[in-house]
Nanobody
């Protein structure tokens, strides 16, 4: 079993920065894509960012490009989401997710939450105006 635990959420003023972390434990050998998703109240869950463990390729929601950066620390089995220039519209519960290599996945699948096999419980990010 794989466990994902997010941390780093909190309250920040618009224009500020916040760093989210996701600690990964359990059987991680077959993990190959990590993603971040978010869900605001009364909104659908949406893709934020993803990264490949193998080649480091990064993928982002258009509205966060240039503001958010996803990265990995392979030795510590952690994934981070550095968020800068935060906007009130970024307010949401942020969850990390892991996609296990069971079969071929196109990069398009990285943006679809239903493709991921493991999820963390989420951490609240609130951006005040």
């Amino acid at each position: 079993q794989v466990q994902l635990v997010e941390s780093g959420g909190g309250l920040v003023q618009a224009g500020g920065s916040l760093r989210l972390s996701c600690a990964i434990s359990g059987r991680t050998f077959s993990m190959y894509v990590m993603g971040w998703f978010r869900q605001a109240p009364e909104k659908e869950r949406e893709f934020v960012a993803a990264i490949s463990w193998r080649d480091g390729s990064e993928y982002y929601l258009d509205s966060v490009k240039g503001r958010f950066t996803i990265s990995t620390d392979n030795a510590k089995n952690t994934v981070t989401l550095q968020m800068s220039s935060l906007k009130p519209e970024d307010t949401a519960v942020y969850s990390c997710a892991a996609l296990e290599y069971r079969e071929y996945h196109s990069s398009a699948s990285y943006t679809r939450g239903g493709e991921y096999h493991y999820w963390g419980q989420g951490t609240q990010v609130t951006v005040s105006s």
